[in-house]
């Protein structure tokens, strides 16, 4: 009952930068932290960063100091601010959100994902 929708993706220069921004929609309220992971080509899915609802953040230790996230409470709207863009960042990046209140356990929701791509 959480929908999640990303966009600012797209191609960049090595150096570049790009904005991903994820709108919550629907039961939100139940929501607790908020994410961002990416998937390259024959590569698992990684955390990049996630934040809570509080605004804890925590980043990837591989884009530490480039990307940074945060969000709009208001606007129930994160954000992936991603500078300093390398070619190995190239991947679709995938917003999530957590549900921890749960007595069952944690559950993800996820959105459709954004391609970024980095090449000259």
């Known amino acids: 009952q959480v929908q999640l929708v990303e966009s600012g993706g797209g191609l960049v220069q090595p150096g570049g930068f790009l904005r991903l921004s994820c709108a919550a929609s629907g039961s939100i309220g139940s929501i607790n932290a908020m994410a961002w992971y990416r998937q390259a080509p024959g590569k698992e899915r990684e955390l990049v960063a996630a934040?809570?609802?509080?605004?804890?953040?925590n980043i990837a230790d591989s884009v530490k100091g480039r990307f940074t996230i945060s969000r709009d409470n208001a606007k129930n709207t994160v954000y992936l601010q991603m500078n300093s863009l390398k070619p190995e960042d190239t991947a679709v990046y995938y917003c999530n959100a957590r549900d921890t209140v749960r007595a069952l356990g944690p559950y993800d929701y996820w959105g459709q994902g954004t391609q970024v791509t980095v090449s000259s």
């Open positions: 934040i809570t609802r509080g605004g804890t953040t």
